[in-house]
């Protein structure tokens, strides 16, 4: 059994972190309207970490023990876009570590451990992407058939480099260090909306000319939301970080910039999230939603809007905006039990290591 878990260990596990990881952040931003999600917050917190430290075991264990394996699911169509998690996972790590770190560790060690998660996440999100992308455009076993939204996890991986880099810029003001992580992250931005800009139209493609994805495939279309949502919290978190590097950044003009192009992006992400469940009816309706790991895929994105709703609400104030973030999280939290319920017994009955 053991052998099996190893050889079969799916590379998309790291989306139970990512998913996990995403609730703490969601939750302390509606903090002030619900007083016991702070508690709740570092509940989570502890969880993801945990979650992580579990599945990196007999991840990092693969590569030492299957691969042959590994290399297979790297010329996957689809498995191969899923390894980048691992260091979106780790990203995301890095933003617990400075929201909600420093109320078990202090400021300082929370602060250092989210900058070495940080360095680590980027070099594997430039790595992964450095293997993903040429495997693909060389391989000749990929068609259109096998385009979905899971795609979108390289653009979206490189999208995190600038939510957690500008994040942390605000610590090393007018330092060399804070500079090069500003200059790192508008990189990472500048790759992620381009990858997204050019696989978003293959997959569009696909979705409009051809037959949907097999149905265990269906939570992959709600990470459609995700760089848009991510763009938003980029935006905003650049007003803040532009006052702390030394370029002479006009940051009265990226304000204004960021709160049209903010509204509009997170409008995309709404607008796809209704399409989203209109989708997900479809295959409720049709009995076509078996269980499967890919189910994770439902809760990051959905975490994603929760989180750039709360960041635009920042620049431009709406009230309706809070509103939207209390019901999200409430969404979150229900499908976060569920989804992990149905894990929890994949595990127990070996289902979820099953050969993919």
């Known amino acids: 059994m053991e052998k099996k878990v190893i050889k079969n260990f799916s590379p998309s596990w790291f989306a139970v972190v990512m998913s996990t990881g995403i609730i703490p952040i969601d939750l302390c931003l509606a903090k002030s309207s619900v007083p016991f999600y702070s508690t709740l917050a570092k509940i989570f917190f502890v969880l993801s970490t945990l979650v992580f430290v579990a599945l990196f075991i007999p991840w990092i264990i693969r590569f030492f023990t299957n691969m042959d394996e590994i290399k297979k699911d790297l010329r996957h169509p689809v498995l191969g876009s899923f390894f980048p998690t691992v260091a979106i996972a780790t990203l995301i790590l890095a933003i617990d570590f400075l929201r909600i770190g420093e109320s078990f560790l202090g400021k300082e060690l929370a602060l250092k451990i989210a900058l070495i998660l940080f360095v680590i996440g980027t070099i594997g999100v430039f790595l992964f992407g450095f293997i993903i992308l040429p495997l693909t455009y060389i391989s000749d076993n990929i068609n259109l058939q096998h385009a979905?939204?899971?795609?979108?996890?390289?653009?979206?991986?490189?999208?995190?480099?600038?939510?957690v880099g500008l994040d942390l810029v605000p610590h090393y003001k007018n330092t060399v260090l804070g500079?090069?992580?500003?200059?790192?992250?508008l990189i990472g931005a500048g790759i992620g909306m381009f990858l997204y800009l050019f696989v978003g139209a293959i997959v569009y493609h696909r979705y409009i000319y051809h037959e949907m994805p097999m149905p265990k495939l269906a939570s992959t279309f709600f990470i459609g939301m995700s760089?848009?949502?991510?763009?938003?919290?980029?935006?905003?978190?650049?007003?803040?970080?532009?006052?702390?590097?030394?370029?002479?950044?006009?940051?009265?003009?990226?304000?204004?910039?960021?709160?049209?192009?903010?509204?509009?992006?997170?409008?995309?992400?709404?607008?796809?999230?209704?399409?989203?469940?209109?989708?997900?009816?479809?295959?409720?309706?049709?009995?076509q939603l078996p269980y499967?790991?890919?189910?994770?895929?439902?809760?990051?994105?959905?975490?994603?809007?929760?989180?750039?709703?709360?960041?635009?609400?920042?620049?431009?104030?709406?009230?309706?905006?809070?509103?939207f973030l209390n019901g999200i999280d409430i969404v979150l939290l229900a499908m976060w039990l569920f989804i992990g319920i149905k894990t929890i017994k994949g595990i127990v009955n070996g289902t979820v290591f099953e050969a993919h």
Not at 148 to 163: E, Q, R, T, Y
Not at 179 to 185: A, D, E, R, V
């Open 227 to 287: 760089p848009t949502a991510i763009l938003t919290i980029i935006l905003v978190k650049l007003v803040a970080a532009s006052k702390f590097v030394s370029y002479n950044i006009n940051v009265g003009a990226i304000s204004s910039v960021s709160k049209v192009l903010g509204i509009a992006f997170w409008g995309f992400s709404i607008w796809w999230f209704i399409i989203s469940l209109i989708v997900l009816v479809h295959h409720i309706k049709s009995k």
């Open 148 to 163: 979905n939204f899971g795609w979108f996890i390289p653009p979206v991986s490189h999208l995190i480099i600038a939510v």
């Open 292 to 323: 499967a790991l890919s189910w994770w895929a439902f809760i990051f994105p959905i975490g994603a809007l929760g989180v750039s709703t709360g960041a635009i609400n920042k620049l431009v104030h709406f009230k309706y905006f809070i509103y």
């Open 179 to 185: 500079n090069n992580i500003f200059i790192i992250s």
